[in-house]
Nanobody, 127 residues
């Protein structure tokens, strides 16, 4: 059974940092891109970052470029999202998801492109 489990969320002050982790099991991890999504209260889910399975190339939405870094460890079946210089507008539930179309879904902002989802982890940035 495919499973993704996020961890590392929490409460941080504006300008602070957090590192989210996504642990995968139950599917062939190396054959899937892993994306991070977020959903703030009253808003739709948006793609934040993604790392491809073919060449580990990263994608970032403009709002997080230069602040967030995504990385994957295939032997450990783990993806991390390091978030620096956090802003109140980064407050959301963060989800990791696996898609076989190599980040096309994340780049297009289409959650339907992801096959497996984690349960989410809350990130709250205070001003």
């Amino acid at each position: 059974q495919a499973q993704l489990v996020e961890s590392g969320g929490g409460l941080v002050q504006s300008g602070g940092s957090l590192r989210l982790s996504c642990a995968a099991s139950g599917f062939t991890f190396r054959n899937y891109a892993i994306g991070w999504w977020r959903q703030a209260p009253g808003k739709g889910r948006e793609g934040v970052a993604c790392i491809a399975y073919r060449d580990d190339s990263p994608y970032y939405r403009d709002a997080v470029k230069g602040r967030f870094t995504i990385a994957r460890d295939n032997p450990k079946k783990m993806v991390t999202l390091t978030m620096n210089n956090l802003k109140p507008e980064d407050t959301a539930i963060y989800y990791c998801a696996a898609e076989w179309s190599d980040c096309v879904g994340v780049e297009a902002g289409d959650p339907e492109g992801s096959e497996y989802w984690g349960q989410g982890t809350q990130v709250t940035v205070s001003s």
